[in-house]
């Protein structure tokens, strides 16, 4: 029986890479983002695969950019982009704040995106007048 050397390498790269992939699904959650080599900060835990750029914390009105590793808040109408949160945020237990996925936005202009998502948010349409009839 002769096994051609071509159909033996195609075999053992399929093989490999059948390994691969079964280790890769044993790993639980992943997230992708630009950064190579630095794991998510502790206080985020995806519950599943997701290439997301930010995570707004809408309790305190700050982003976290997972790409460049930095906060983004506003400051005197200023977004100011940080490693660290101000002192004013530094209390905080990030594991136990609500947060959101921001997804399919990936730009770098996040005062633009907030302005068009967070409009409205917060309002109550308890204050807005009713037509009866």
């Not at 906060?71 to 990030?94: A, F, H, Q, T």
Request: with cysteine; proline share 7%.
């Amino acid at each position: 029986m002769y096994i051609n050397s071509k159909e033996l390498l195609r075999s053992a790269v399929l093989f490999l890479i059948t390994i691969f992939l079964l280790l890769l699904a044993s790993c639980g959650p992943m997230v992708l983002t630009t950064a190579v080599n630095e794991p998510p900060p502790p206080w985020f835990y995806p519950n599943r695969l997701e290439v997301v750029r930010y995570v707004y914390f809408p309790e305190y009105r700050f982003y976290y950019d997972l790409s460049a590793r930095s906060y983004l808040y506003l400051d005197g109408g200023v977004w100011i982009r940080r490693k660290v949160l101000p002192p004013r945020y530094r209390s905080l237990d990030l594991r136990r704040s609500r947060y959101e996925r921001v997804k399919g936005y990936r730009g770098d202009n996040i005062r633009k995106y907030h302005e068009q998502k967070n409009a409205n948010r917060g309002r109550s349409n308890r204050t807005t007048k009713r037509r009866n009839g």
